[in-house]
C-alpha cells in the first residue's frame, strides 16, 4: 500500500536531521583531532624534537686536570701524567659476563680491580662508565681497538693520574690521592658530581686533603651522539672545565731529600723554619713511604708491611708525634723564672746530683752533680736541678703561659693531616681531665720536659726561633696560590726582656761551642755559620731505685723500645738567625750523641744550599763527613733514578 506524501516527508526530514547531527559530531572530532595534531606537531615540536636528541645523545663530565704541586724554586712536587684504562658502559654491553672473559684474552685483567668494577657496574647507573683496567700499555689500549666491533660498551680512555717524582721525601707532607670512597661521601655534605664518577681520585691526607678544594678543579662537559646500539658516533661540542690551582710550597726540594736522607734508617722527624718569615724550608719523618703506591693501589702485602714497620712509617712524626722534649723545655723555665724575678742570671744553685722534694728524690742525670750552677752553666751542661729548684718557686701555672707564648701546647694552622696541640699541663688540667689535683713533683717534672709535658719537632722549631728573633714567628708551608702569594702571617714583640733573651742565647750559643757544652763535638767551625743549641734526652721509661742502686741501664744495653728519645734544637747563625732546626731521633739514647750531630749537618747544608766545605766541620769528623756526603749523593742520585723508572 502507498504511503501517504505526508508521512514521506516527515522520514525525510528525520533522516537529515541525524545526518546532519552526525556529520557535525564527525566534523567536530575531525576538527580537535586536527587541533592536538598541530598542538603535537606544531606547538610542541622543539620539546619533542629535544626528548628525541635525549635519546641518542649523552652528556659526559670531563674530569680536570688536578692543581700540581712545587716547591719554593718552582720544582715539581706532584704532577699528572698520562694513563691508559679501559671503561666498560653496562647498558651497552650485553652479557657482561662473556664480555669481560673477552677482554681478559686481549688484556690482563688485575682480579682486584675486576672485582671493584663489577661492584660498580651493578649499583651504578648503566650509562655510566666504570673502569674495569688501569694504567695499561698503549699496545693493550690498541688490541682493544683493533677489536672494538666484538666488544660492545668497552670503550679504551687516556686520562691522568697523579705522580710524585720525590716518592717518600714529600709523602708526610703532601699526602697522596685515592678513588672516593663511600666513607669520603658520607664526610661531604653536597657532594660535587665529579666525586661520583667511578674511580675519581681525591686527597687523602696531607696537603692532598686539606687543599682538595683548591686543587680539584672544575669539571668539563661532552655532548656525543650515540647510536640505537649505544655506541659513541661522534662528539658534538666539548666544553673544557677548570684545572685545579697550582700550589707553591716554602719547602725546598734539595733540602728535603737531603734532610730525608740524612734520617736514614732511624724513626725520626726533622723541621728546618725560617727564622724571619716562618717559612718551613724542610719538614721530614723518616721511614717514609713511596705514595705512588697507593695511587695506583697498594697491595695487602706492601700495605701490611707498613702497619707492621716498629718504626711507624705512617705517622708524620713532624707535627703528628708529640713527644717529652726533655732538656729542649729548659729555655721554657728559665724565662718564666727569670720574667717574674724569681732569678738571677748570676745567682747560683748547689747541685748535689739530686733534690728532695716532698720526701722523693729527684735525680740529675749526673749522679755526682754539678756543684754551684748558675744559668748559664745550667743550660751549658744541662744541670736537671738548677731546674728543678727554678721551677718550685715560679709555679707551673706561669711555666705553661711561657711555654704557649713560645709556641708549645698550639696547634699551629697548617694544612697539614692531624697537627697535633700537644700537651702544656697545668693545675687547671689536671683538675678537669684528671679529676686530680696538682701536685710539687708535677712541677719539678715538668722543669725539665718530663711529666705531662709533650710537644712536637714543629712547636720546638716555632719555640727555637722564637727564642732566636724574640717575635712571634709562625711556621708557613704554602707560598702562593696560582702565583698569587699567601703572605706570611705578621709577627710581634713577645713581650720578652730583650736582656734575660740574650743570656738565654749566650748559654745556647755555650752548649754547641763551649769545651764544657753538652753539644760540643757537634758544633760548626765556620765563624760565620755557628750555632746556638740545646740537647735533650726524654725517657720513655720509669728508673726504679733498685735500678739506681745497682746502676742505671746504658741505652744501648736496652732493647730498642725502651731507649730514651734523643732532641737537640738550634739556631744560626748565631749572630743573624736565618734557621731554627729541631730533631728528634725516637730511642736514639742522648741528644748529644744521637740528634745535635743530625741537626748540625742539617742546619749546614741549609745556610750553604749545598754539601758545605769539610773546614766547617770539626777536624776529627771530616773524613767521616766526606764518606758521608758521597753515600747521601748516591742515595739521592739512586732515587731520582728509580723515580724516572717509575715515571
Not at 694544612?415 to 700537651?423: D, F, I, K, N, R
Not at 740528634?595 to 766547617?616: C, H, K, M, V
Request: aromatic fraction near 6%.
Amino acid at each position: 500500500m502507498k504511503r501517504p506524501t505526508r508521512d514521506n516527508t516527515e522520514s525525510q526530514r528525520r533522516i537529515t536531521r541525524r545526518g546532519l547531527v552526525l556529520g557535525g559530531g564527525m566534523a567536530g572530532f575531525v576538527g580537535l583531532l586536527g587541533l592536538r595534531m598541530r598542538y603535537l606537531q606544531v606547538d610542541q615540536a622543539d620539546q619533542f624534537r629535544l626528548l628525541a636528541d635525549e635519546n641518542r645523545i649523552n652528556i659526559h663530565l670531563i674530569p680536570p686536570a688536578r692543581g700540581r704541586i712545587f716547591d719554593r724554586e718552582g720544582r715539581v712536587i706532584a704532577e699528572n701524567i698520562p694513563s691508559y684504562r679501559i671503561n666498560i658502559i653496562r647498558e651497552q654491553a650485553g652479557d657482561l659476563e662473556d664480555l669481560i672473559a673477552r677482554l681478559s684474552k686481549l688484556v690482563r685483567l688485575n682480579p682486584e680491580e675486576l672485582e671493584k668494577a663489577r661492584e660498580d657496574l651493578a649499583k651504578l647507573r648503566g650509562d655510566t662508565p666504570v673502569t674495569v683496567a688501569d694504567r695499561v700499555s698503549w699496545e693493550d689500549i690498541s688490541r682493544v681497538a683493533v677489536n672494538a666491533p666484538a666488544l660492545p660498551g668497552v670503550t679504551p680512555e687516556v686520562g691522568l693520574s697523579r705522580h710524585y717524582p720525590m716518592g717518600a721525601d714529600y709523602s708526610h707532607v703532601v699526602g697522596y690521592v685515592g678513588p672516593v670512597s663511600d666513607r669520603d661521601l658520607e664526610r661531604i655534605d653536597a657532594p660535587d658530581a665529579l666525586l661520583l664518577i667511578p674511580r675519581f681520585q681525591i686527597g687523602k691526607i696531607g696537603l692532598e686533603r686539606r687543599r682538595e678544594d683548591t686543587l680539584r678543579g672544575k669539571a668539563g662537559t661532552k655532548r656525543v651522539e650515540v647510536n640505537a646500539a649505544g655506541r659513541v658516533m661522534r662528539e658534538l661540542d666539548r666544553v673544557e672545565g677548570e684545572a685545579g690551582a697550582d700550589i707553591q710550597l716554602t719547602l725546598d726540594n734539595a733540602l728535603q731529600s737531603y734532610v730525608t736522607a740524612r734520617l736514614d734508617g732511624e724513626s725520626a722527624a726533622a723541621v728546618v723554619m725560617d727564622c724571619e718569615t716562618g717559612d718551613l724550608l724542610a719538614c721530614a719523618s723518616t721511614p717514609g713511604y713511596d705514595p705512588n703506591l697507593f695511587v695506583r693501589g697498594i697491595s695487602q702485602a706492601d700495605y701490611s708491611a707498613l702497619l707492621d714497620n716498629k718504626y711507624r712509617p705512617l705517622p708524620n712524626k713532624t707535627v703528628q708525634g708529640v713527644y717529652p722534649p726533655g732538656s729542649t723545655f729548659k729555655m721554657v723555665t728559665a724565662l718564666a723564672a727569670l720574667e717574674d724575678g724569681q732569678v738571677d742570671p748570676n745567682e747560683t744553685v748547689y747541685c748535689p746530683g739530686f733534690l728532695k722534694v716532698s720526701n722523693r728524690r729527684f735525680h740529675c742525670w749526673k749522679r755526682a752533680g754539678h756543684g754551684n750552677v748558675d744559668l748559664h752553666r745550667s743550660l751549658r751542661e744541662s744541670c736537671d736541678v738548677y731546674y728543678y729548684d727554678l721551677a718550685l718557686r715560679v709555679g707551673i701555672d706561669k711555666m705553661a703561659e711561657m711555654a704557649r707564648k713560645l709556641g708549645l701546647g698550639v696547634e699551629h694552622d697548617l694544612p697539614m693531616t692531624s697537627v697535633a696541640e700537644g700537651l702544656i699541663p697545668n693545675k687547671l688540667w689536671k683538675a678537669t681531665s684528671r679529676g686530680e689535683d696538682w701536685r710539687i713533683g708535677d712541677t719539678a717534672n715538668a722543669a725539665i720536659g718530663q711529666g705531662y709535658v709533650l710537644s712536637s719537632p714543629l712547636q720546638l722549631a716555632v719555640m727555637t726561633a722564637r727564642l732566636a728573633t724574640g717575635r712571634s714567628v709562625s711556621p708557613r708551608l704554602v707560598r702562593s696560590v696560582d702565583g698569587v702569594e699567601e703572605p706570611p702571617k705578621p709577627t710581634e714583640s713577645l713581650g720578652l726582656n730583650e736582656n734575660i733573651l740574650r743570656e738565654i742565647r749566650s748559654a745556647m750559643y755555650a752548649v754547641s761551642n763551649n769545651r764544657r757544652g753538652t753539644a760540643y763535638g757537634s758544633r760548626i767551625i765556620e765563624d760565620a755559620f755557628r750555632m746556638a743549641g740545646k740537647t735533650g734526652t726524654s725517657q720513655v721509661r720509669n728508673i726504679t731505685a733498685a735500678e739506681r742502686a745497682r746502676g742505671v741501664f746504658r741505652n744501648e744495653d736496652l732493647p730498642w723500645e725502651r731507649r730514651d728519645h734523643a732532641l737537640y734544637v738550634n739556631f744560626a747563625p748565631f749572630e743573624a738567625p736565618k734557621v731554627a732546626v729541631a730533631v728528634i731521633v725516637e730511642h736514639g739514647g742522648g741528644g748529644s750523641t744521637a740528634a745535635a750531630p743530625i741537626a748540625r749537618d742539617i742546619t749546614l747544608q741549609a745556610l750553604y744550599g749545598e754539601d758545605p766545605p769539610l773546614d766547617a766541620y770539626p777536624s776529627k769528623d771530616r773524613d767521616r763527613i766526606k764518606t758521608q756526603q758521597e753515600q747521601l749523593r748516591s742515595r739521592l742520585d739512586r732515587r731520582d733514578n728509580d723515580n724516572s723508572d717509575r715515571a
